[in-house]
């Protein structure tokens, strides 16, 4: 008979660890004695292992926090008064040649190089399950206005406080926001940023030569402001109020004198709102209807000159419709827009109306494996402008544009994309430079020779 003292019991209880040698002990409620084995009137205690075994896994258990402790060592820690910090990227990285229709670029017609199209570096710091503070930064090129030479550069893109279900089924952003279109269309019509923009923010080219240059680049996607987001199942909507001249610089308070409110109202007919912006392609089917806005007062892109004397401010007025319909095999999306510009006073002869609809398509034959197009149409009218004369004569801002690629994604971090770009563009006006042929005759072009414009690229975009 072997007996074990209550104290002995009691350490071997409370030391939390599992043993292999165990022993079953019994006792005698008449003399309280303790039993390694059973017998009449005993009871069964349950299961404990001796002091030398607990002892022995103390010292293990200190031997393997001392390695734990020498591991952690290697690490930084990091503090916060938020509940949780998440940490992301997205990066665009591209080798693209450019080939324009007339002498262009500083005597070259054709350029090659190696770019980067989009660096972002995002950081959110969630109070709560729902609200949080994010900020991105990006980083840009940046052309210096005396040289060819350039450098990056790194802004802030969005800065905003999110507070979920301020309202019924809606939260808000307040700070440097999203605006409520480019966003939407971006993450549920034109998954492609990473080769070009969607059409309302687009460039389609520019003249290195003269710094003339062809496209919409009526609204970017964010700005200093405030934007309320709905979501419920058949419908979702963005309602914001901004500055109006987006992110970058000259969206200073001090250069504004008057608001922008934008909106978007969207339809989703297959009662899939509420992931609006987090589809899955290769198995979520949706089909969504937008109509969108902007209405902003007293304008201005540049900053170096006051409101009361700069001939740049101008009234804008943005309608769009837009429609979306997905399903794994493939995507087709089409909308239609007109933007009208007012300016001021005297200026009023630059005042203008741009109307452009664009499609554009998926088709994903097997996994992984996607081939896309896009067609964008650009029509300019200047509406203080006689039709028989002046710019409307000269089709000046008036072009098309065409897109095709094919992508595949080789993991859910990283895709490849090899694609091309074609730009027509209309205007018959002669430009001021010229060009000389194999014979020596020098003859004038015309400005839309000069953003003719023809691109081949490939594309790696890493998101994590």
Do not use: C
């Not at 091309?420 to 839309?448: E, F, R």
């Amino acid at each position: 008979m072997k007996k074990v003292t209550l104290s002995a019991l009691a350490a071997v209880m409370l030391s939390g660890v599992a043993y292999a040698d165990t022993m079953t002990l019994f006792s005698d409620p008449k003399t309280g004695q303790v039993f390694t084995t059973a017998g009449e009137g005993r009871v069964e205690m349950g299961d404990f292992v001796d002091a030398k075994t607990v002892d022995m896994g103390q010292r293990e258990s200190e031997s393997a926090f001392s390695e734990y402790k020498d591991t952690m060592k290697k690490y930084v820690n990091v503090k916060s008064h938020a509940k949780t910090l998440d940490f992301s990227g997205t990066h665009y990285f591209g080798l693209s040649t450019n080939t324009y229709g007339a002498n262009n670029q500083y005597g070259n017609d054709t350029s090659t190089g190696f770019e980067f199209r989009r660096n972002y570096l995002q950081a959110k710091a969630y109070f709560n399950d729902k609200d949080y503070f994010r900020v991105t930064m990006d980083t840009t090129n940046e052309l210096e206005t005396t040289s060819t030479n350039g450098y990056a550069n790194m802004y802030v893109k969005y800065a905003y406080l999110y507070l979920d279900k301020v309202l019924p089924y809606t939260g808000v952003e307040i700070g440097v926001a999203h605006r409520p279109w480019i966003d939407y269309e971006e993450h549920n019509s034109w998954y492609y940023r990473s080769i070009n923009k969607v059409i309302l923010e687009d460039k389609f080219s520019t003249s290195l030569a003269s710094g003339t240059n062809v496209g919409v680049d009526t609204m970017n996607s964010a700005d200093l402001g405030v934007n309320f987001q709905t979501k419920t199942p058949y419908f979702s909507s963005e309602l914001g109020l901004f500055n109006g001249e987006g992110y970058h610089p000259a969206s200073d308070q001090k250069l504004n004198s008057g608001l922008s409110a934008e909106w978007r109202l969207t339809g989703h007919l297959m009662g899939n709102g509420e992931q609006v912006g987090k589809y899955k392609l290769d198995k979520d089917t949706y089909a969504n209807i937008s109509f969108a806005g902007i209405s902003s007062k007293k304008e201005k892109y540049d900053g170096t000159a006051s409101l009361d004397t700069a001939t740049s401010v101008y009234d804008k007025n943005l309608y769009l419709f837009h429609a979306v319909y997905s399903q794994p095999e493939f995507l087709i999306s089409a909308q239609y827009d007109v933007t009208k510009y007012s300016y001021e006073g005297a200026n009023n002869a630059s005042d203008k109306e741009l109307k452009t609809w664009s499609v554009n398509g998926e088709y994903r034959p097997i996994k992984d494996w996607t081939v896309l197009a896009r067609y964008d149409d650009l029509k300019t009218e200047y509406t203080n402008v006689a039709g028989t004369a002046g710019n409307n004569v000269n089709n000046t801002g008036d072009a098309t544009q065409i897109i095709y690629g094919v992508s595949y994604e080789y993991n859910k971090n990283v895709k490849f994309i090899a694609s091309g770009k074609t730009v027509n563009a209309k205007q018959t006006t002669l430009a001021t430079n010229t060009q000389t042929d194999a014979a020596g005759i020098t003859s004038g072009v015309t400005v839309g020779d000069l953003l003719d414009k023809q691109s081949w690229m490939l594309t790696t975009e890493v998101n994590w």
